[in-house]
């Protein structure tokens, strides 16, 4: 699971998101701790086979093949719509 060193029992909706996924929307070139959690998250939804820092083409193929999946804008970018999406598949939000 994703960043278990964090308590996330304690945080809201958008303090995870922020916490996990970054503040900001993430795109391609971006690279960072939130693309590693990003990418972990849709490696064990089966849309990755590996886990990366960089918002690689690769992880752009993911993240609109799992936008189009789960009925969101398919712009490649992950939003707030994709981000709390991406929390519940992954099991951090109901």
């Known amino acids: 699971m994703l960043v278990h060193y964090l ?3 304690s ?7 922020g916490a996990l996924f970054s503040a900001y929307d993430l ?13 972990m ?7 990755l086979t590996s886990i990366t820092d960089t918002f690689k083409p690769g992880v ?7 936008q189009r999946d ?3 804008t398919n712009d490649g970018i992950v939003g707030e719509n994709t981000k709390d ?3 519940k598949k992954c099991g951090y939000a109901e």
């Open 41 to 47: 998250c849709l490696k064990e939804l089966g849309y």
């Open 11 to 17: 945080l809201n909706k958008q303090s995870l998101r």
């Open 7 to 9: 308590n996330l029992s």
């Open 27 to 39: 795109k391609r070139d971006d690279s960072g701790q939130a693309i590693s959690n990003l990418t």
């Open 70 to 72: 789960n009925k969101l």
């Open 60 to 66: 752009a193929n993911a993240v609109t093949k799992f």
């Open 85 to 87: 999406m991406l929390l």
